[in-house]
């Protein structure tokens, strides 16, 4: 029962450098996030999407992309790595807008 | 917006203590107040949720929590603690649906021998 999975688990990454991180669920939800964790701050929105197709900002949008080509799968890009960037991030997905979110286990992600 | 502030970053206590984790929020209609609990190196996992009806809320490892509109206050307990439940534990609140909910900064629970 895999639930959310995301990859990678750790990255390291030089300021400049782009990639993408990818989610996973195999529990046919139509809404699925990205947070950022990061010491003393709690989870942050980055960006979310509400089905196939369709994504919106969250509270911390600015440096991110994503997208949610197949319903299964919402990507999370960064074009230029930049230090700030650096945190845990978080992959979320639930039913609907009322009901709870499943979370990933996290990407360490450290930009040098 | 919404908000919600988790009253003490670490909480220490004693195995077979009582465990209180303090959490207000603020919101000018009712919220949907959830705690969820994460464990080193692990995704969060949802403990209890509050939506609408009774105000005392069961969760999952003994653990439960009491809306109280009043105060603005969702205060998570258990009565006694177990090595076990080591982990940080955070608030959050959504109102209208989830596009939109916030979590507290966590508080970190230690439990004694």
């Known amino acids: 029962n895999a639930g959310v999975t995301q990859t990678p688990k750790f990255r390291v990454l030089k300021t400049g450098q782009s990639m993408t991180l990818l989610c996973a669920q195999d529990?046919?939800?139509?809404?699925m996030y990205w947070y950022r964790q990061d010491p003393g701050m709690g989870l942050r929105l980055i960006h979310y999407?509400?089905?196939?197709?369709?994504?919106a900002k969250g509270e911390v949008p600015d440096g991110y992309n994503v997208s949610r080509l197949k319903k299964q799968n919402f990507l999370l890009g960064l074009e230029s790595a930049a230090p700030s960037q650096t945190s845990v991030y978080f992959c979320?997905?639930?039913?609907?807008?009322?009901?709870?979110?499943?979370f990933g286990d996290g990407t360490r992600l450290s930009i040098l | 917006a919404q908000s919600v502030t988790q009253l003490g970053s670490h909480v220490s206590v004693s195995e077979g203590a009582l465990v209180l984790l303090r959490c207000n929020y603020s919101?000018?209609?009712?919220?949907?107040l959830f705690w969820y609990v994460q464990y080193p190196n692990q995704g969060l996992q949802l403990l209890l949720k509050?939506?609408?009806?009774?105000?005392l809320v069961k969760g999952i490892n003994g653990f439960e929590a009491e809306f109280k509109k009043s105060e603005t206050s969702f205060h998570l307990t258990k009565p006694s603690a177990h090595m076990s439940d080591a982990a940080e534990y955070f608030c959050a609140v959504s109102i209208n649906n989830n596009n939109d909910m916030r979590f507290g900064a966590g508080t970190r629970l230690t439990v004694k021998p």
């Open positions: 979320a997905s639930s039913y609907s807008g009322y009901q709870p979110q499943h």
């Open positions: 999407s509400v089905g196939e197709g369709t994504t």
């Open positions: 509050y939506t609408t009806g009774a105000t």
């Open positions: 529990m046919n939800h139509e809404y």
């Open positions: 919101s000018s209609v009712p919220p949907y």
